[in-house]
């Protein structure tokens, strides 16, 4: 079996390949290609598994070109879809594809002068001159609607099971899209294989077909699972549904670091084989030692600093590593006065929060501050008591009734962390 094959197998990232696929990979070196659809400004940890194959696929030897839809993501790719999406106007895609173009160029190698160095290609620059007429003459008519009606994509939306009933005309005409970019990346590149995730398969295998018929010649096609959690649910957005992005304005990698280091035993066994690239060996060593002491989470934690500082850097990954510490009670007050202002809102983001005069907040008893100062606490009587409980933390440090702030209590120079208990947070903002 071909190299690249066989470890896409064990790490289980291997869902389906049409008959010759390997055999093209052990004869020459393949140029090889998955699009990215710019329907945001950055991409998600969605695309990370399709981002990663084409990171193994380059590692084996192979050629890699990443595609931004330019053109596609005008009309929206329907597989798996339960309705039709906006479209966006020309501008606000040109920014997405700009924005995506950018993050690709972090994760694969498109310098030196190696015959597999990766491409980026846009497909609004070979359609973008192709009219209507001449496209529906010169490829349209290669493929029947009976064969493009019998794709599960459109079958699903056309038999209701997807939610709805049927599909525009743009939508339908999404296939042939995509099937022409391989024919016209075949014909130009030299790309004999497109991949994708196992809901493309339809999608892939119309662009095989129509370089059969119209170029005459062989293309191929291979696809990896779409990644759930172990009990079925989706993947890589929050209990609020919202998304997991590689763009740290949009996800902090504090944020995205907790993300991974919180997934379940058995997801992460799973993940760690998907989204790092630490060798069979290692991982199956991790593991192990995981199921010894899965309390303390070694699984999990390596997981998350792989992943991390693949996305983001290292650098990112010490500072959510650090934020982490802090929120989790293994860190001192030095720690916490250290963090910068961002940082620490990313670590306590939606603890509530007031302002208060600096005046007030240096020159207050704590029973003040906890209460008539700040609101944290609904009397100076309650204070009273949960001091005298030993329940009250500033700076995540027990303090007593005669706690005063000074200069070097406050983080980044303006913030107090007040606590009650384990888990009630507010924040004091000096101003």
Not at 41 to 64: E, R, T
Not at 103 to 123: I, T, Y
Not at 207 to 234: C, H, M, N, W, Y
Not at 287 to 312: D, G, M, N, S, Y
Request: proline share 2%; aromatic share 10%; charged share 25%.
């Amino acid at each position: 079996m071909n190299a690249f094959i066989e470890e896409l197998k064990w790490r289980g990232l291997y869902a389906d390949m049409m008959p010759g696929t390997d055999e093209q990979l052990n004869k020459e070196m393949t140029t090889a290609y998955i699009g990215f659809d710019p329907t945001a400004d950055s991409l998600h940890i969605g695309s990370l598994i399709q981002i990663k194959i084409l990171a193994h696929f380059q590692q084996h030897g192979h050629k890699p070109i990443a595609l931004v839809g330019g053109a596609t993501g005008m009309i929206g790719d329907p597989s798996g879809k339960s309705s039709e999406r906006n479209l966006l106007d020309e501008a606000t895609l040109n920014h997405y594809v700009d924005c995506i173009k950018g993050q690709l160029s972090r994760f694969l190698n498109f310098e030196g002068n190696e015959p597999n160095k990766a491409e980026l290609v846009n497909n609004y620059d070979w359609m973008k001159t192709f009219t209507f007429l001449d496209f529906v003459r010169d490829i349209g008519k290669h493929l029947t609607v009976n064969y493009m009606m019998a794709k599960d994509s459109v079958k699903k939306r056309f038999s209701g099971e997807a939610g709805i009933d049927g599909m525009s005309f743009t939508e339908f005409t999404y296939q042939l899209l995509q099937g022409y970019d391989f024919l016209h990346l075949y014909q130009n590149n030299g790309v004999k294989l497109q991949m994708g995730g196992s809901d493309q398969w339809g999608n892939i295998t119309t662009g095989t077909e129509l370089i059969r018929r119209k170029a005459q010649g062989e293309a191929f096609a291979l696809t990896v699972p779409l990644i759930t959690k172990a009990d079925g649910s989706k993947f890589g957005k929050s209990e609020a549904g919202e998304n997991y992005w590689l763009d740290a304005k949009k996800t902090s990698p504090y944020k995205f670091y907790q993300f991974w280091v919180n997934a379940t035993d058995e997801d992460a066994e799973r993940f760690i084989k998907f989204y790092t690239f630490l060798p069979k060996e290692e991982i199956e060593a991790l593991v192990e030692e995981h199921q010894t002491a899965p309390h303390e989470r070694k699984l999990q934690k390596k997981l998350a600093e792989e992943v991390t500082i693949w996305v983001h850097g290292k650098a990112e990954y010490e500072k959510a590593l650090k934020a982490s510490e802090i929120l989790f009670g293994r860190s001192t007050a030095e720690d916490l006065v250290s963090l910068d202002e961002e940082l620490f809102l990313q670590i306590f983001d939606g603890v509530p929060q007031a302002e208060v005069a600096k005046s007030d907040v240096l020159g207050s008893n704590i029973i003040d501050l906890l209460s008539e100062k700040s609101g944290f606490l609904k009397s100076k009587g309650e204070a009273k008591r949960e001091l005298q409980g030993n329940a009250i933390s500033v700076n995540k440090e027990k303090v007593k009734d005669d706690f005063v702030a000074d200069e070097k209590n406050l983080i980044d120079g303006k913030f107090l962390l007040l606590q009650k208990g384990k888990k009630q947070y507010f924040i004091v903002k000096a101003v």
